[in-house]
């Protein structure tokens, strides 16, 4: 991993004059590694979405592809079901999602091995949200109290590869910056190989994230969250629920087009895109896609990375 408190060195500053004076997206070699996030459906035509979405994707060659949980483990069947899916009629590594909410220690093994048993080695480790949106979080009276020990417990029943989460701008639930960096140093250190962050909507925010980490002593690799805004009025709530700020001009962009779903897309694709860019221009190499199980924008801002199905630019051009 690109260490952030060294000096930018000469392939940075090469990069960055590129970036300043070249078309923003020209000969990118396609050398960034990606992965994306799906939720379980809830219907046939849901489901059909999802597996749509998946396997004009899979092309892309993704690191991974994670299937998200439910707060309580609401949507536990239908997780399960999906990245056993995923796993047997795909090549694509596919990650499942678990929470310490409304679950026992017990039952969380029976979870984590039945994913072991279904092929699956990569699980996506989290605290969890309440069920009820604006409660404060209970651990369950024989769960994990917190996502650290969840990976500790993890890591205990099977040599699982597993990511956390990590806040550019602060989880909710922090009293600090500092604090909160704190926890993603114990979870890093209880087993978990990379966190991959919240969404956030400026470079900026990663960058400072990404150095006070490194100051903190954290060295794991750190993959930003990217969420392309196709439903703004959705954005806005999640954003209100995990602490990521949505900047004024971005509100202006999109402000008028409630009934131009079209135009939407396309200012979804460019404000993500440039945000992808600069983030490529700063090192960052590994990027992680909140689909929404819908496939056009996060494909769309792959290729302006320069991915292509069947490798790189580079590879294809030898």
Not at 173 to 202: E, H, M, V, W
Request: charged share 25%; net charge negative.
């Amino acid at each position: 991993m690109n260490n952030p408190k060294r000096p930018m060195g000469l392939i940075e500053l090469e990069e960055a004059k590129r970036a300043l004076d070249a078309p923003l997206f020209a000969g990118l070699s396609g050398d960034a590694d990606v992965s994306f996030e799906f939720f379980p459906p809830k219907s046939e035509k849901m489901e059909k979405t999802l597996w749509d979405s998946v396997l004009t994707l899979q092309p892309l060659s993704p690191r991974f592809v994670s299937v998200t949980y439910g707060a309580g483990g609401t949507t536990r069947e239908r997780t399960h079901a999906t990245v056993a899916r995923i796993a047997q009629e795909t090549d694509i590594p596919a990650a499942a999602h678990l929470t310490c909410v409304g679950a026992s220690k017990a039952e969380i093994a029976d979870v984590a091995r039945s994913y072991w048993d279904a092929g699956v080695r990569h699980i996506v480790a989290l605290r969890g949200d309440p069920p009820t949106e604006g409660q404060a979080f209970e651990p369950h009276p024989q769960g994990y109290a917190s996502a650290a020990d969840l990976v500790k417990g993890l890591s205990d029943i099977a040599p699982f590869e597993i990511s956390v989460a990590a806040y550019p701008e602060t989880h909710p639930d922090a009293d600090c910056p500092q604090s909160d960096l704190d926890n993603l140093k114990r979870k890093l250190d209880a087993g978990a190989t990379r966190a991959i962050t919240q969404f956030f909507f400026t470079a900026e925010a990663f960058f400072r994230f990404r150095d006070a980490a490194a100051a903190a002593g954290i060295d794991a690799e750190l993959v930003p969250g990217i969420l392309p805004v196709s439903n703004v009025a959705q954005t806005r709530k999640f954003a209100g629920m995990c602490g990521a700020e949505i900047p004024a001009w971005m509100n202006d962009l999109f402000e008028g087009l409630d009934d131009h779903p079209s135009a939407r897309q396309l200012i979804a694709a460019t404000v993500a895109a440039e945000l992808c860019r600069k983030l490529y221009a700063g090192g960052v190499r590994q990027f992680h896609f909140y689909t929404l199980n819908r496939a056009e924008l996060s494909y769309a801002i792959c290729h302006l990375l320069g991915k292509r199905p069947g490798g790189t630019q580079q590879e294809k051009a030898a």
